[in-house]
């Protein structure tokens, strides 16, 4: 199956033996080491060929039977299925399948909703938001008045109360919920009621949960929120891309902030793929997939603890865990640097309040979809606990050791069976 379905590094090479060369050893790289970074996994050999179709060759702006092209009539098709998909997999009225990425999703949801100057309230980067919630670096941060709210810095916890009375004195039309190193379940209802409370929209920006929450082990935000928005991998474990999902009053709305909004032609080859991801989901080992995938963040968080490492939160309610590594004298970036090293990709991540630049970060953040994908279990996560303990405390002393062990992980549980 493997060779069936990355073959296409053998095709390129006919052509192109540089590109097709950096292919092979990207491919190397991710079958021989575990990947740990929250925000990505391994797609589908269904997935990853329809993102390589002849799809890709046709423009199709607007929406199915409202084209400015002509020749769509199988793309309209397409994409109707997959909006169909996609509402019947999250139990949404309304959904927008073309959304190139998360944070474009989140684009086109805040210029809907808002105007230049108004009032957005999202999590602060810093402590655990996206860069899209408000960040000043971002458009979002420059087009609209933002207030961020952060976590509190003792216990790493969203604070419910703190953020009521943000909204109160700020009074936001767009209040954003979700977070991409948040280590702990997000209570929607609490963030729909605040919401109601001052008049604003409510967004939920789901994109790292939403593998979780399509397969049941994580609340659902979509019967709470007026808008939510995601991207297709991550634990969704799709194609590199975007959707939109909400209610259908606000339909014509986010459709026309997309298109032509915030987007020009959708990207057909990837919502053919974004189609098959949702069939994925919808099947029952992806049930058991999601559970394990927090079964297994559990198991890590507590053998990282076991190993000296402390969590912000003190462990995981979903797929990711943040570790704080001051205790351990190394910075995130250190750390990181040292774990690609050894085969381990993770990433520095900034804990709350860090002292540090977000280019060093006191923190790493670590997540299970990619490992789980693989079928990696609960004695792996141990293993995997003690390879990066190694890896920080006695890098040099223990690459061998950890280089072992890793590969006989890897050689056990092989990326596409």
Do not use: W
């Not at 493997?2 to 006919?14: E, H, M, N, R």
Request: hydrophobic share 40%.
């Amino acid at each position: 199956m493997l060779k069936k379905t990355l073959d296409s590094i053998g095709f390129v090479s006919q052509f192109d033996s540089e590109v097709a060369e950096m292919m092979g050893r990207e491919l190397t790289r991710q079958q021989d080491g575990l990947e740990l970074i929250a925000s990505e996994n391994f797609a589908s050999p269904a997935v990853i060929a329809a993102m390589g179709s002849v799809l890709t060759n046709k423009y199709a702006e607007g929406l199915p039977g409202k084209r400015y092209y002509g020749g769509c009539q199988c793309v309209d098709e397409l994409e109707s299925l997959c909006i169909q998909r996609a509402k019947d997999l999250f139990g949404a009225e309304f959904a927008n399948v073309q959304p190139h990425s998360g944070a474009q999703a989140n684009m086109a949801v805040e210029l809907a909703f808002l105007n230049p100057g108004d009032t957005l309230m999202g999590m602060s980067l810093a402590n655990g938001g996206h860069l899209s919630h408000g960040s000043p670096a971002n458009i979002s941060g420059k087009y609209y008045n933002v207030v961020s709210y952060d976590v509190n810095h003792e216990t790493g916890l969203i604070d419910y109360d703190q953020i009521r009375d943000m909204a109160k004195k700020n009074q936001p039309k767009l209040l954003i919920a979700g977070a991409s190193a948040y280590p702990r379940a997000i209570d929607f209802k609490v963030f729909a009621d605040i919401a109601h409370e001052v008049g604003a929209v409510f967004m939920v920006d789901m994109a790292h949960i939403a593998g979780l929450v399509a397969g049941g082990a994580h609340q659902s935000p979509v019967p709470y929120a007026d808008v939510v928005t995601t991207t297709t991998h991550k634990t969704l474990r799709g194609p590199r891309g975007g959707l939109i999902l909400g209610k259908e009053e606000f339909a014509k709305k986010l459709n026309s902030a997309v298109f032509p909004g915030t987007q020009g032609g959708p990207l057909e080859h990837i919502i053919a793929a974004k189609a098959i991801c949702f069939k994925e989901a919808m099947a029952p080992e992806f049930k058991t997939y999601a559970a394990d995938i927090v079964s297994n963040a559990k198991v890590l968080a507590e053998a990282l603890l076991q190993e000296g490492f402390n969590l912000v939160t003190g462990g995981t309610d979903n797929h990711l865990m943040l570790a704080d590594l001051r205790p351990m004298n190394i910075t995130g970036a250190e750390l990181q640097v040292r774990c690609d090293a050894n085969h381990i990709t993770l990433n520095k991540n900034a804990i709350p309040g860090d002292p540090e630049k977000p280019s060093v970060t006191s923190g790493v953040r670590i997540g299970t979809a990619a490992v789980t994908t693989r079928g990696l279990g609960a004695e792996e996560m141990k293993q995997i606990a003690r390879c990066i303990a190694l890896t920080a405390r006695d890098f040099e002393g223990t690459t061998k050791e950890v280089h072992e062990t890793v590969a006989a992980i890897c050689e056990k549980f092989p990326m596409y069976k």
